[in-house]
């Protein structure tokens, strides 16, 4: 079992920053995958960032590159999302989550723990 606690969401104007933090416990060893997703009211959850913690590979979506940075404590265990230059259309339910491995790391369905989000609002 794999547990994992967002933290770091708020509310916020736009162009200014938020940091967000997965915390990973369990038997998270195999769950070297970890992404980050967002998901508006009325819209599909959709793939933000992830990393894979082994070497440090990232990935981002469009509509975050060079605005967004994923990375990892030393441990592993916990997360980060660095919301910079955050627009309205940033604002969602964020939420993190563990693969042991994926193809595909921007993709939820490739996912097999959550956490139970936090909430981003960013003003104009």
């Known amino acids: 079992q794999v547990q994992l606690v967002e933290s770091g969401g708020g509310s916020v104007q736009a162009g200014g920053s938020l940091r967000l933090s997965c915390t990973a416990s369990?038997?998270?060893?195999?769950?070297?995958?970890r992404g980050w997703f967002r998901q508006a009211p009325g819209k599909e959850r959709e793939g933000v960032a992830a990393?894979?913690?082994?070497?440090?590979?990232?990935y981002y979506d469009d509509s975050v590159r060079g605005r967004f940075t994923i990375s990892t404590d030393n441990a592993k265990t916990t997360v980060y999302l660095q919301m910079d230059n955050v627009k309205p259309e940033d604002t969602a339910m964020y939420y993190c989550?563990?693969?042991?491995?994926?193809?595909?790391?921007?993709?939820?369905?490739?996912?097999?723990?959550w956490g139970q989000g936090t909430q981003v609002t960013v003003s104009s």
């Open positions: 369990g038997y998270t060893y195999n769950y070297m995958y």
């Open positions: 989550a563990g693969a042991p491995s994926t193809s595909i790391p921007l993709q939820a369905r490739s996912y097999d723990y």
């Open positions: 990393i894979y913690a082994r070497d440090g590979a990232t």
